[in-house]
């Protein structure tokens, strides 16, 4: 898209005429959660959170993978480094993920782990390939976003004969998330501004139980400032009309259908499973699995890796955060014990988590 | 010659002298030099600033300049920012064993130019070479020595509420570039790194305006990094205003590509320069009549709102904190 396009979305002018509009339209408060760690991030650098009214109750949801990224997953793969004939291949977000014990996988390559970071998981092929004698395993974390690009990538070492490379399937989907939260008696939601990246695959079919069966909207928004403001307008439009809708603002990037051919990739290699998410703990059908035609790729199985709910981590929040019941601040760690040079909880680590973006961008 | 440079260039014997005399000597050559003494002798006296900083940048050449230029660049900016004349440098070169001979011509031939253009002279040198893999390429440590001419000399505990905040042009080039260059990427639009010696203007603007109170180069960690440093050590709050950063349409291009900030990248060529209010313009005036700041302008003010902290007003009017960076910035990767 054109620079010029993007500038139109932060016109100071018309991003002023929304929060008036929105100022004089509020009836009480509207609790909206953002379910993308770029959402987050975007709110803050813009300057959007110190603009919105004060009945407008800005809440990050479990937006980002690495956050939501279960304790006992992060052990297992902490685990799994200190194998003789592993390497790991990884996103580099998840270096320095701490597990129990304040493991991760920085330390881990310090003490002479085979860590090796990717920036797409079609690097692992040529990993493999150089690498023979060893299994590489690539930590598969993440949403319906990076899924197919995965699953694209054992198709490709299938065709190609590469028989050393593994997968530790740890994939996510957002839509079961988001009902979770909905039934979750402690958490209180008005809305949802829906993750851009995740939609333009899966399109809004899957959000729209959310005003069907809960009676909330939910918006697919662009990232920049305009696009938040006009989306939340919306809800609190269709709020005060006693309406529910679940819509797409983002048209310029996601189609209403999604994407049909990732999606078909994705579910041709993977299927739903029950799946563990840090601080919500298990949601019914909201993990990829890798399917039994491809177990020849599956880490959990080579290994014999099984994921159930431990002890969380002590002291940390993340549970409460990812929920939006507690903020950031809120939590008795946050700016003391953790920061982002020394995190206790994931949040803290991902520049897309929200202790992080709190920690960067909130003037107290 | 090799066309490659040895093991044996680095020994003391016949090969490095060949070394030095043919290249380094033809490039950088000077009174104090050819004399390859142990040591330089140096006629200086009085308050003087001595810095030294080591240069192992990837790529080690970019648009905009390559690892010579900017070891020179970099040193000479380092002393000037004391408001001091830089007068003289030392260069150490470690080489890595197959580097090509005609990439180190380059190099020091780019360090030479860049040291007269400054007006500094180098005074002493060394060279080592290592094994293949012992160093990437080449790395050059420079250290530099001048004479201050400013009393008080302008430090970054010596910023005051009331201050402006001005920065000498355009900000980010640097950072993007390098990053850019080892990325492989090839933006539509060009960037070059903003590598150079700013002594020259430096100097006339602390003599006609020694009220200067902070001069410091924005470099590793960029704009953001280097004011909360400033904030820190004088205790007082800089208010940006992100509307009035100067930053290259390509530049701002190039970085919401890749996920970065470029108020955090590097700038080998800028210098912030901070001062009470009222003698702001006349250093504007100062920076706009020389090239190198051509694109000066006013970013900020210190006020004693969040001592210790940098605000930043975002073009919607909001207010945001603007922190150090954690660790290294990488490019996005979802
Ligand atoms: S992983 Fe992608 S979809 Fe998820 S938070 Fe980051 S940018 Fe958004
Ligand atoms: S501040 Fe740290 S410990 Fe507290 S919730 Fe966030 S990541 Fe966890």
Redesign the interface.
Known sequence: MS?EL?EKF?D?EL??KILDKMRSELDGELRFMEVCGTHTVAI????????LPEEVVHLSGPGC?VCVTHESEVNAFLDLAEKDNVILAT???LMRVPGHNSRNLKKAQADGARIKVV?SPFDTLKLAKENPDDIVVFIGV?FE??APTIAGTMKMARQQGITNLRVLCFHKTVPTALEALLTDSMTSIDGFILPG?VSAIIGIEPYKFIAEKYGKSAVVAGFE?LDILQSLNQMIEWRNKGEAHVANNYTRIVSDTGNAKAREVMYEVFEPVDALWRGIGEIPGSGLEIRPEWDQFDAKKEFGITIEEGPALPGCKCGDILKGIKQPDQCPLFKKAC???NPVGPCMVSTEGSCAAY?????D | MSDKVLLDYGSGGRASQRLISDLFLEHLGNDELNRLNDAAELAMTGRLAMSTDSFVVDPIFFPGGNIGSLAVHGTVNDVAMMGAIPRHITCAYILEEGLPMDDLEQIVKAMGEAARHAGVTIVSGDTKVVPKGAVDKIFINTTGIGDIIVDPAPSGDAAKPGDAVLISGTIGDHGLTILGTREGLDFEAKVESDSASLNHLLVKLVQELPEVHVLRDPTRGGLATTLNEITTSSNVCCELVENSMPIR?EV??GC?ILGLDPLYLANEGKFLCILPQEHADKALEIMRNDPLGKDACQIGTMTDA?PG?V???????????L?ML??EQ?PR??
């Not at chain 1, 803050?44 to 603009?51: D, I, M, N, Y």
């Not at chain 2, 605000?311 to 904190?321: F, I, Q």
């Open positions: 620079f993007l932060r100071p991003c002023r803050f650098q813009s300057g959007l959170r110190s603009l993978p996103f580099g977000d920036y993440g976003t990076t990246h400032p920061t982002p040079a920690y960067k961008y909130k003037l | 349409p701002k291009g919401s969040n902290k605000v930043l007003e975002t073009p919607l009017g909001g207010k945001r904190l922190n954690e660790g990488l990767i979802c």
